[in-house]
């Protein structure tokens, strides 16, 4: 069984920044692909960023140019730094891990309010 512990959520006003984090820990096979996907109120859940053990990264194209996604392989974790942010960004965040074997995990979510 795979836990994902988030943490970095919060408030923020407009053009401030915000860092996330995601820990993986449990019975799981190497890990392929570490990110983050986003559920605004009334709305569906959308990638955000996602980056593969080879470091290729896909973000979504709201956020290009205003968010970064790295990880350490060593501890299982996967960042996420939100820079410029938005009220349209506001949301439930989601950690998501793909391992090499299993379906995909999701973490339990951290909420991200940016006001005006």
């Known amino acids: 069984q795979v836990q994902l512990v988030e943490s970095g959520g919060g408030v923020v006003q407009a053009g401030g920044s915000l860092r996330l984090s995601c820990k993986a820990s449990?019975?799981?096979?190497?890990?392929?692909?570490m990110g983050w996907h986003r559920q605004a109120p009334g709305k569906k859940r959308e990638l955000v960023a996602n980056?593969?053990?080879?470091?290729?990264?896909r973000f979504g194209d709201s956020v290009k140019g205003r968010f970064t996604i790295s990880r350490d392989n060593a501890k299982d974790t996967v960042y996420l730094q939100m820079n410029s942010l938005k009220p349209e960004d506001t949301g439930v965040y989601y950690c998501?891990?793909?391992?090499?074997?299993?379906?995909?995990?999701w973490g339990q979510g951290t909420q991200v309010t940016v006001s005006p």
């Open positions: 449990g019975s799981f096979f190497s890990i392929d692909t």
């Open positions: 980056i593969g053990r080879d470091g290729t990264i």
């Open positions: 998501a891990i793909d391992p090499w074997i299993g379906g995909r995990s």
